[in-house]
């Protein structure tokens, strides 16, 4: 069954929410890099990866669906934070937006009863429990480390770990 207008309207709009928050993580790495620190820049690279991926899933599904895809011009993003918890804290409020505009996504799919696209915000929506806690995790414990110059080094190596594993597929 073809999309919806109105649900193909607002998963193009969450395509573009996507899209800009990787360039926001990647303008996060690009920071970080340039404060010396290698490990949350790391980490801010890896979550670029994922809302790249997190927005091609969706448009994939534009297109299994017989819908259009319509790419829209990405807004600029901030470039410079007052400290890496600063960077952190916006992390996390900006998940916690993203989870509403998948709940409005829901809302959308489920006025159209269109089952199957429920289906698949399904997977969005519990992505978003771990996005939220992910980042709220690093905020509590920069909020440990405070001024201490040598537990934020020791907790850079640890960021220096994650890799990208590509979870919509
Ligand atoms: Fe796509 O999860 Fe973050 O924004």
């Not at 820049?41 to 899933?57: I, T």
């Not at 399904?122 to 920069?142: C, M, S």
Request: aromatic share 10%; glycine share 4%; with cysteine.
């Amino acid at each position: 069954m073809k999309i919806s207008p109105s649900v193909q309207d607002v998963l193009n709009k969450q395509i573009n929410a996507e899209f800009w928050s990787a360039y926001m993580y990647l303008a996060m790495a690009n920071w970080c890099e340039e404060q010396g620190l290698r490990g949350f820049a790391n980490w801010l690279r890896v979550q670029y990866h994922e809302e790249n991926s997190h927005a091609l899933k969706f448009v994939n599904y534009i297109h299994e669906r017989q819908g259009e895809v319509k790419l829209q011009p990405i807004e600029a993003v901030p470039l410079t934070w007052k400290s890496v918890l600063e960077v952190m804290e916006k992390t996390y409020e900006h998940e916690c937006k993203v989870t509403e505009m998948i709940y409005n996504c829901v809302n959308v799919a489920e006025a159209e009863k269109d089952r199957a696209t429920v289906n698949l915000l399904q997977w969005y929506v519990d992505e978003q429990v771990e996005e939220e806690a992910n980042a709220d995790e690093i905020v509590t414990n920069l909020r440990f480390i405070g001024e201490s110059k040598g537990a934020l080094m020791q907790y850079d190596h640890v960021l220096k770990g994650r890799s990208f594993k590509d979870e919509t597929k």
